[in-house]
């Protein structure tokens, strides 16, 4: 019987709370941990795919830490006065905010850091997976700067991009033979749209401002039934994948 | 015969002007290869310590520019106006001061990224390697930033450690055996010591506003002496080391 979402949640918060950092980062551990809040939408989701491919959940845990710690990376950089100046983060100072500039650059370093120490315990291929995304979230950043690029485009890297590699390293970390993991990057990707889709319905921004409510509803409702789809297809139990589908869809925070 | 130390700084030269960089960065390209400047004294040393453990340089060119990249991420934060706020590097406008802060700290970000990638190639215990190093730096900044720390402890940090991982990276790239590995760890240590002090002898810093510039040139010389005393010990052809351990002491800029 798997472990529902909720499980899931508490198994991660468990893991992160007792997450030993590098002795030397001394007092940065500190805002390290205090970056480290959140929803564990991402970990949830790697052990959940991790744990249809038939995945052992102690041995996945680490590439589940990781993909939430490179999210706290992105979200404490990005936060930054020198990047979207964001002083609140979940009702909260944010790093910079509660630490200053220069221990929030540096705990976002570690931060990123100690995700790939951790993706690497569950192997190469898993800290490869956790790379391609960190890059296209780091690209997407930029665009988001400039300005002037593709909604779409700019949501895939940004968002998207992590999203997926949430399920895929899950995957990989419980060994799901390469190609059986198409038509699982094919479903995350759907996910990613789904789950930025929601933001900005949620936000009043990004798809919503481009498209209307009524649209992006439609779209987020598409996306959805899509990775459904997907998910029926596969020879496994996807019943804990399908629920958080559907959190996913129906969730207003 | 090896290659000298001149002939591996222009094959490194050679590989980081053709690397590519992740298509994603898009025009954060520019920063990321514009952070490259340098004298490649870390990556020669890379490639110097793989080809003494019979290490085929085109295997281990990616580790080499892995610790380079490394060198150049840890600059590119430091150099921000929230942390050393160096508007100059090597001559020229630091990062930040060349494409703004923004750009700046996404740059540092996706050079971390990108060692990373470089270094998976070679192996998970390369890039293992590399995230140690890279986290003793990022803690020993945030030494630095509070004050008040060991000076030894704190340059054993912020240089030392990727001096070691510059050595660790080119044998584990090598694929030299680890029962073999302790005392090339430790000639790597004395060889951190030794750039670092005399550095401090050519800024009149550091080492030398502690014990002054007579005492600090003799702990150069001794660790000089210690790292040339282990290089006879090896079972290996350690010419090349021995001439980059001269260069290190004997080196004015």
Redesign the interface.
């Known amino acids: 019987m798997p472990q529902t979402p909720e499980q899931l949640r508490q198994a991660v918060e468990l893991y992160l709370d007792e997450l030993p950092l590098?002795a030397?980062?001394?007092?940065?551990a500190e805002p390290v941990r205090y970056a480290l809040g959140g929803k564990r939408v991402r970990p949830v989701l790697c052990l959940a795919a991790a744990e249809a491919a038939g995945g052992e959940l102690a041995r996945v845990m680490p590439a589940a830490a990781a993909v939430e710690l490179v999210h706290s990376?992105s979200l404490v950089?990005d936060d930054?006065p020198?990047?979207d100046d964001d002083a609140l983060r979940r009702g909260l100072p944010s790093v910079w905010a509660a630490y200053?500039?220069?221990?929030a650059?540096?705990a976002?370093?570690?931060l990123?850091?100690?995700a790939?120490?951790l993706a690497?315990r569950c192997?190469?291929e898993v800290?490869?997976e956790l790379?391609?995304a960190?890059?296209?979230m780091?690209?997407?950043?930029?665009?988001d700067?400039?300005g002037g690029h593709d909604l779409a485009e700019l949501h895939r890297?940004k968002t998207g991009?992590l999203f997926c590699a949430s399920v895929m390293c899950g995957l990989k970390a419980a060994g799901l033979a390469p190609e059986l993991q198409p038509p699982w990057r094919a479903f995350a990707a759907e996910l990613g749209l789904l789950f930025q889709v929601v933001d900005d319905i949620l936000d009043g921004d990004g798809f919503v401002a481009e498209v209307g409510e009524t649209q992006a509803r439609q779209l987020a409702e598409e996306a959805a039934a899509r990775a459904s789809a997907r998910l029926d297809e596969f020879d496994a139990d996807t019943s804990v994948l399908a629920e958080i589908v559907a959190a996913l869809a129906a969730r207003t925070s």
Chains 1, 2 share one sequence.
């Open positions: 590098h030397a980062l001394g007092t940065l990376f950089h930054l020198a990047l200053g500039e220069a221990s650059i540096l976002g370093d570690a990123l850091a100690e790939l120490r690497l192997g190469g800290a490869a790379l391609e960190t890059l296209e780091i690209g997407g950043q930029q665009q700067l400039e890297h991009a």
